[in-house]
């Protein structure tokens, strides 16, 4: 079985810097490629909204508000992707999902979801 997993956040002040890590992971998760991801968040009371997206071809697109001061990135492992986050402010507070296509032998898995790592970010 493949989860898939965020990790990364914490608290931390504004003018901070986090790095996110969205991981395939279970009995086979490290065979996997991760092919796309995109990056969520959902702040309380919000809806989530799409911060950061990379495609298999290398694409990247960003939210505007966070253009400039996040980076979505491959790992050398296939099976991880990151979202650096710098010049963080209070209204980066979310919990941050990613949602990820995978393929590997004999098995593809589109938009797999985790289930979220806690960014606070104080003023």
């Known amino acids: 079985q493949v989860q898939l997993e965020e990790s990364g956040g914490g608290l931390v002040q504004t003018g901070g810097s986090l790095r996110l890590s969205c991981a395939a992971s279970?009995?086979?998760?490290?065979?996997?490629?991760?092919?796309?991801v995109d990056w969520y968040r959902q702040a309380p009371g919000n809806e989530r909204e799409l911060v950061a997206s990379?495609?298999?071809?290398?694409?990247?697109n960003y939210t505007n508000s966070v253009k400039g001061r996040f980076i979505i990135s491959r790992g050398n492992a296939k099976n991880i992707m990151y979202l650096q986050m710098d010049s963080l402010k209070p209204e980066d507070t979310a919990v941050y999902y990613c949602?990820?296509?995978?393929?590997?032998?004999?098995?593809?898995?589109?938009?797999?979801r985790g289930r979220g790592t806690r960014v606070t970010v104080s003023s």
């Open positions: 949602h990820a296509d995978l393929s590997g032998p004999h098995v593809s898995i589109k938009n797999s």
């Open positions: 279970g009995s086979f998760g490290s065979t996997l490629t991760i092919d796309a």
């Open positions: 990379i495609r298999s071809d290398g694409t990247t």
